[in-house]
């Protein structure tokens, strides 16, 4: 009995050695991009300043002696919070450095989930970091310190430095006629306002719905009524807590909110109501909806004299040149401006902490700093500001360097912060919709705070 | 020697393989919502964190449920009645268009109805009742076209001789509903009142992105609230915010699940009596017939009931192609890397819609030959069953996204590999059973006594898969995989916790839309690709239904839906 010689089954050397050499070019390939460097990956809000730190980032891999590729996350601000506190609470380190905001200071310091300052300092064996001095110090205390063994100390270093600004329509401001109706009126030539008088006087004059035009486009969705509330409230003497920075509270910080100042601001803020943008038949504006983007896009009718609006959302305003000859920033009525920002936090599981934090001081250089601020970044530094091509690219680059030197504490940022805000957005949105009593409504949310504070540091020292 | 009645297709080792494959789904199922039950023990005790209103939300979200779910399907049937005489080629080339809200998703639609050029003055304060009947609308918007497609659908190829019985015995209009129309929708609308439940109980897109919802305005779901609770449980504690997440999606789960099967077996019994006193006797003693309009239409009432029905199908269609006129506002060319998202998107999407679809078109084929009597109705006793594979859909989507969230803290140290495959899993398990349950459905058309013969003939398997359910639901089956590649598409709750691993459309869209990364124009351009794949594919499905009326399938009662 003969076997037939297996014809047509002998082993395929050809194809298997053709497909090896390709998985050799292919990791070769793989190789020579870079594939063994390390990665650092970065998760950021999807916002200018992030896509700013993004294109910078680009370059700085870019460098021969950077030896680093960085991959930056971009999501919306509730998915990036999400993300980034399951990474740190579980330990996971799949991202090394995480762009949020003073919020998140409390429980990413208690929870020892970050890098400290100095804990970087020793990391790179250094005293000092080059963009120290140079760093708005209100802003860094702001949105960067907290307390570690019961005293204050820098945790994490600014990655921007917002405000919130007086954007105003220089075309109604311009307009020869306005002005003088508005001196004939008023008594004092039309500028943006630097009192609260004056701004409730100007708002008042614009808004003619026959001529179609309005004071004011407020924001009124959730968080944003607080925060836009917030300028005016501590504007006009009053507040929420009485402390000097957002993160400092206590169980014992007294509050503020049934204080004359703040109903008087809070009433002030309600009667805004009829200088505001009125939505129509093609008009889609509507103040219960409106945040920090609609308010921008609505402001591009240019049929409203003024609003507080973001200094990261201004960038988005100005990026076409014609719409800075357009519109004009100045502070918020008053002698205070509002802090906040956000901090880069380096994981303490992150893989590659040095790397992350020379990332870092390269971006806090003075030449990033000015390319990124072009791009839309509000920078921490100083000297950013003094560039000149900042000054002549960034329409709102002095408005925003003024508010920064006399900004102060606005916005909470405690672990009460997220419990205060709602309550009181809550709270704003009613008195909008339903009217009321506002010192009553304010006694209500007072009694309703206290009660959720003592139970969240009853939480905290359990 | 008497015929078997059944005989067992299946021998001992094909019997585990079919009920390995509902029992995987579930075990699937209860794996990916884990994290709820450990969470399970811990007692919320004293600590109330703002925790007021939860179940206010819930009775609203249910109230709203039931609403969308009684105008949809109910209104969907009778339109479709209505449009029942409409058999011109024009519409049924066109018909698939009604399923375009359907496919959009929830965030392409809130999108759509956020950039409206006008707002309603009367949400301007937000009334409750006014601003809730304005969300119900749009609602209704997205899934009443859905509902009117697939019954015309049913409408259309309902078997001659029953039409014939009919007109020979003159049987009125409400006979008609009563005894013949109604009976032969019964399963499809068992099947649309669960699926529209679940959807608007979970909805989350219009509210969040066309009104910015918030407890000050009234105008909160559950996943809202849930939302709402983790961030401000977040600063104190983030593993605490989201074990309060996971506790109250487990408080919800009884509550949801009480609520989907009230839906899906209370609606069709509500169906039931409502189509029975269209056909009874009292009815028509206390609505005197006007001269002969009871009767079976005369020609000039024919003429005047066929303009009704074409004006009806031209209006729905305009009123479903209407609000996409909005993207002229924002309309620009998509870039290159919109494209380049977008096919990753597909390809991503792609292969798990093939998957599903394959797995649920075999499981259904398997499921109505082992049990080929229980399952040629969907009635109380096997909804009751087939509600069990519905586990994940009773999770509010905020648990969902903690759920992806908790299994991504696992699977990220075996890479992105691992990761990817998870997402897939999690895409399976998710629309697998909407789309098993609609497969199970049309298989409901097969004859017992067509099994029965095949049965007594020892016909193989493989033949009766193929004659009795492949080529005769060739048209479900693509219909079938057409919703499942949208579902998967317009995911976003456990898509948007792995998006710097999955590459998705819908999540790309939702940062555009909302947050201080909005930026409208891009996500116009995000719409506008995601739009011609649909309406390509409703399109070409569309004109498959048309050649299956060419073809005189209508006639012969194959060809089914």
Same mark, same amino acid.
């Given at each position: 009995?003969?076997?037939e010689?297996?014809?047509?089954?002998? &082993?395929?050397a050809k194809p298997v050695?053709?497909l090896a050499?390709?998985?050799?070019?292919?990791?070769a390939?793989?190789l020579?991009?870079g594939?063994?460097?390390?990665? +650092?990956?970065v998760l950021?809000?999807?916002?200018?300043?992030?896509?700013?730190?993004?294109?910078l980032?680009?370059?700085?891999?870019?460098?021969?002696?950077?030896?680093?590729? +960085?991959?930056?996350?971009?999501?919306?601000?509730e998915?990036?919070?999400?993300k980034?506190?399951?990474d740190?609470?579980?330990?996971?380190?799949?991202?090394d450095?995480?762009?949020?905001?003073?919020?998140?200071?409390?429980?990413?310091t208690r929870?020892?989930?970050?890098f400290?300052?100095?804990e970087?300092?020793?990391?790179?064996?250094?005293?000092?970091?080059?963009?120290?001095?140079?760093l &708005?110090?209100?802003?860094?205390k702001?949105v960067?310190?907290?307390?570690?063994?019961?005293?204050?100390?820098?945790?994490?270093?600014? &990655?921007s430095?917002?405000?919130?600004l007086l954007?105003?329509?220089?075309e109604? &401001?311009?307009?020869?006629?306005?002005q003088?109706?508005?001196?004939?009126?008023?008594?004092?030539?039309?500028?943006?306002p630097?009192?609260?008088?004056?701004?409730?006087?100007?708002?008042?004059f614009?808004t003619n719905?026959e001529?179609?035009?309005?004071?004011?486009?407020?924001?009124?969705?959730?968080?944003?009524?607080?925060y836009?509330?917030?300028?005016?409230?501590?504007?006009?003497g009053?507040?929420?807590?009485?402390?000097?920075?957002?993160?400092?509270s206590d169980e014992?910080?007294p509050?503020l909110l049934?204080?004359?100042?703040t109903?008087?601001?809070?009433?002030?803020y309600?009667?805004?109501e009829?200088?505001n943008v009125?939505?129509?038949a093609?008009?889609d504006?509507?103040?219960l909806?409106?945040?920090?983007i609609?308010q921008?896009?609505r402001m591009?009718?240019?049929?409203?004299?003024?609003?507080?609006?973001w200094?990261?959302v201004a960038?988005?305003?100005?990026?076409?040149i014609? !719409?800075?000859?357009?519109?004009?920033?100045a502070? +918020?009525?008053?002698?205070?401006?509002?802090l906040?920002?956000?901090?880069?936090?380096?994981?303490?599981?992150?893989k590659?902490?040095?790397?992350?934090?020379?990332?870092i001081?390269?971006?806090?250089?003075l030449?990033n700093?000015?390319?990124?601020?072009?791009r839309?970044l509000? !920078?921490p530094?100083?000297s950013a500001?003094?560039?000149?091509g900042?000054?002549?690219?960034v329409?709102?680059a002095?408005?925003?360097?003024?508010s920064?030197?006399r900004?102060?504490y606005?916005?909470?940022?405690g672990?009460d912060s997220?419990?205060?805000?709602?309550i009181?957005?809550?709270?704003?949105?009613?008195?909008w919709r339903e009217?009321g009593d506002v010192a009553?409504?304010?006694?209500?949310?007072?009694?309703?705070?206290?009660a959720?504070?003592?139970?969240?540091?009853?939480?905290?020292?359990? | 020697?008497?015929?078997?009645?059944?005989r067992?297709?299946?021998?001992?080792?094909?019997?585990?393989?079919i009920?390995a494959?509902?029992?995987?789904i579930?075990?699937?199922?209860?794996l990916?919502?884990a994290?709820?039950?450990?969470?399970?023990?811990? *007692?919320?005790g004293?600590?109330?964190?703002?925790?007021g209103?939860a179940?206010g939300?819930?009775?609203?979200? %249910?109230?709203?449920?039931?609403?969308?779910?009684?105008?949809?399907?109910?209104g969907?049937?009778?339109?479709?009645?209505?449009?029942?005489?409409?058999? %011109?080629?024009?519409?049924?080339k066109?018909v698939?268009?009604?399923?375009?809200?359907v496919?959009?998703?929830p965030?392409?639609v809130?999108f759509?109805?956020?950039r409206?050029?006008?707002?309603?003055?009367w949400?301007?304060?937000?009334?409750?009742?006014?601003t809730?009947?304005t969300?119900?609308a749009?609602?209704?918007?997205?899934?009443?076209?859905?509902?009117?497609c697939?019954?015309?659908?049913?409408?259309?190829?309902?078997?001659?001789?029953?039409?014939e019985?009919?007109?020979?015995?003159r049987?009125?209009t409400?006979?008609?509903?009563?005894?013949?129309y109604?009976?032969?929708?019964?399963?499809?609308?068992?099947?649309?009142f669960l699926f529209?439940f679940?959807?608007?109980f979970?909805?989350?897109s219009k509210?969040?992105?066309?009104?910015?919802?918030?407890a000050g305005t009234?105008t909160?779901?559950? %996943?809202?609230?849930?939302q709402?609770l983790?961030?401000?449980?977040?600063?104190? /504690?983030?593993?605490?915010?989201?074990?309060?997440v996971?506790v109250?999606?487990?408080?919800?789960?009884?509550?949801?699940?009480?609520?989907?099967a009230?839906?899906? *077996?209370?609606f069709?019994?509500?169906?039931?009596k409502?189509?029975g006193?269209?056909?009874?006797q009292k009815?028509?003693?206390?609505?005197?017939?006007?001269?002969?309009?009871?009767?079976?239409?005369?020609?000039?009432?024919?003429? *005047?009931?066929?303009?009704?029905?074409?004006?009806?199908?031209l209006?729905m269609?305009?009123?479903?192609?209407a609000?996409?006129?909005?993207?002229v506002?924002?309309?620009?060319?998509?870039s290159?890397?919109?494209?380049?998202?977008f096919?990753c998107?597909?390809?991503?999407?792609?292969?798990?819609?093939?998957l599903?679809?394959?797995?649920?078109?075999?499981?259904g084929?398997?499921?109505r030959?082992?049990?080929?009597?229980r399952l040629r109705r969907?009635?109380r /006793?096997?909804m009751l069953?087939l509600?069990?594979?519905f586990?994940?859909?009773?999770?509010?989507?905020?648990g969902?996204?903690?759920?992806?969230?908790?299994?991504f803290?696992v699977?990220?140290?075996l890479?992105?590999?691992?990761?990817?495959?998870?997402?897939g899993?999690s895409?399976?398990?998710?629309?697998?059973?909407?789309?098993v349950?609609f497969?199970i459905?049309?298989?409901?058309?097969?004859p017992?006594?067509e099994l029965?013969?095949?049965s007594?003939c020892?016909?193989?398997?493989?033949?009766?898969?193929?004659?009795?359910f492949?080529k005769r639901?060739?048209?479900?089956y693509?219909?079938?995989?057409?919703?499942?590649?949208?579902?998967?598409?317009?995911? /976003?709750?456990?898509?948007?916790?792995?998006?710097?691993?999955?590459?998705?459309?819908?999540?790309?869209l939702?940062?555009?839309?909302?947050?201080?990364?909005?930026e409208?124009g891009?996500?116009a351009?995000?719409?506008?690709?995601?739009?011609?794949?649909?309406i390509?594919?409703?399109?070409?499905?569309?004109?498959?239904?048309?050649k %299956?009326? /060419?073809?005189?399938e209508?006639?012969n009662?194959?060809?089914? *839906?």
């Open positions: 009995m003969t076997t010689p297996s014809a047509g089954r002998t &082993f395929p050695m053709v050499a390709a998985a050799v070019v292919v990791l390939i793989y020579g991009l594939g063994c460097k390390p990665r +650092i990956t950021g809000e999807d916002i200018p300043s992030t896509h700013a730190i993004e294109q980032a680009k370059q700085y891999e870019a460098q021969p002696d950077a030896n680093v590729r +960085i991959r930056v996350v971009k999501d919306a601000y998915t990036m919070v999400q980034a506190n399951t740190l609470s579980a330990g996971t380190g799949v991202y450095i995480i762009l949020s905001y003073n919020t998140a200071l409390s429980s990413y929870n020892r989930y970050v400290t300052f100095d970087t300092k020793e990391l790179m064996g250094r005293d000092a970091f080059p963009f120290e001095g140079d &708005f110090e209100p802003t860094w702001e960067g310190w907290y307390w570690i063994d019961s005293k204050q100390k820098p945790v994490a270093i600014p &990655f430095a917002n405000t919130m954007c105003y329509n220089k109604l &401001f311009g307009d020869k006629a306005k003088d109706a508005y001196q004939a009126e008023y008594g004092r030539p039309l500028q943006p630097t009192d609260w008088d004056e701004f409730l006087d100007i708002a008042e614009f719905p001529e179609g035009t309005f004071g004011l486009c407020l924001q009124g969705s959730s968080y944003f009524i607080y836009e509330w917030a300028n005016f409230a501590f504007g006009q009053g507040g929420v807590m009485k402390k000097n920075w957002g993160w400092q014992n910080t509050l049934t204080t004359q100042p109903i008087d601001a809070t009433e002030f309600i009667s805004l009829k200088y009125k939505g129509g093609s008009d504006y509507d103040y909806s409106t945040d920090a609609r921008r896009e591009t009718k240019r049929d409203v004299a003024m609003c507080i609006m200094s990261d960038f988005g305003l100005v990026e076409n014609n !719409s800075s000859d357009i519109f004009g920033f502070v +918020i009525p008053g002698d205070k401006s509002m906040a920002g956000g901090s880069y936090y380096i994981n303490r599981k992150s590659h902490p040095v790397k992350s934090i020379e990332f001081i390269s971006q806090l250089s030449e700093q000015v390319t990124a601020m072009k839309g509000c !920078s530094l100083r500001y003094e560039d000149p900042v000054l002549e690219e329409p709102y002095a408005a925003l360097k003024e920064l030197d900004g102060v606005m916005l909470e940022a672990p997220d419990a205060i805000i709602v009181l957005s809550d709270m704003l949105q009613r008195m009217g009553g409504a304010l006694e209500e949310v007072e009694r309703d705070i206290e959720k504070r003592r139970e969240i540091y009853r939480q905290i020292s359990q | 020697m008497p015929v078997p009645y059944q067992r297709w299946f021998a001992l080792s094909q019997w585990a393989v009920c494959i509902p029992i995987a579930l075990s699937l199922q209860l990916y919502v994290p709820i039950a450990r969470v399970g023990n811990i *007692i919320l004293e600590s109330q964190l703002l925790a209103g179940w939300v819930f009775l609203r979200s %249910s109230a709203f449920a039931v609403a969308a779910t009684i105008i949809e399907v109910f969907g049937f009778f339109t479709a009645v209505l449009l029942r005489q409409l058999v %011109s080629r024009w519409f049924a066109n698939g268009l009604l399923l375009l809200p496919l959009l998703g965030v392409i809130s759509l109805f956020l409206l050029p006008w707002r309603p003055s949400l301007s304060d937000r009334p409750v009742l006014a809730w009947a969300v119900l749009i609602e209704v918007w997205q899934y009443l076209p859905l509902c009117v697939l019954f015309w659908l049913r409408l259309r190829f309902l078997p001659r001789e029953k039409h019985f009919a007109r020979a015995h049987w009125s409400g006979e008609l509903i009563g005894h013949l109604w009976p032969h929708c019964r399963n499809l609308g068992s099947l649309l529209v679940i959807a608007a979970g909805e989350f509210t969040e992105i066309i009104l910015r919802s918030s009234d909160q779901f559950i %996943s809202h609230w849930l709402r983790y961030n401000v449980r977040a600063p104190i /504690d983030p593993v605490f915010a989201k074990d309060s996971l109250y999606c487990g408080l919800f789960f009884v509550p949801t699940v009480i609520c989907a009230v839906a899906a *077996i209370g069709p019994w509500l169906g039931d409502l189509t006193l269209c056909a009874s009815l028509r003693m206390l609505v005197p017939p006007v001269a002969g309009w009871w009767r079976w239409p005369k020609r000039s009432y024919a003429g *005047i009931s066929q303009v009704c029905s074409v004006l009806c199908g209006g269609i305009v009123l479903v192609l609000p996409l006129l909005v993207l506002r924002d309309i620009s060319l998509p290159a890397r919109v494209l380049v998202l096919v998107s597909f390809l991503f999407a792609l292969p798990v819609a093939v599903v679809t394959v797995a649920a078109v075999a499981s084929i398997a499921a030959l082992a049990f080929p009597d969907l009635g /006793d096997n069953g509600l069990a594979l586990v994940l859909r009773a999770v509010p989507a905020m969902l996204a903690m759920c992806a969230l908790a299994w803290s699977v990220s140290a890479g992105a590999g691992a990761i990817v495959a998870f997402w899993m895409q399976l398990v998710l629309v697998f059973p909407l789309i349950v497969v459905c049309i298989h409901c058309d097969v017992l006594g029965e013969f095949q007594a020892r016909a193989r398997l493989t033949e009766v898969a193929l004659h009795s492949l639901f060739a048209l479900g693509g219909l079938a995989f057409v919703f499942c590649f949208a579902f998967v598409w317009s995911e /976003d709750a456990s898509t948007r916790m792995l998006s710097h691993y999955i590459s998705s459309a819908t999540v790309e939702q940062m555009k839309v909302i947050g201080k990364g909005a409208y891009e996500a351009a995000l719409v506008l690709p995601s739009l011609a794949l649909a390509y594919a409703t399109l070409v499905w569309s004109r498959w239904v048309s %299956s009326f /060419d073809l005189g209508v006639r009662g194959e060809g089914h *839906i």
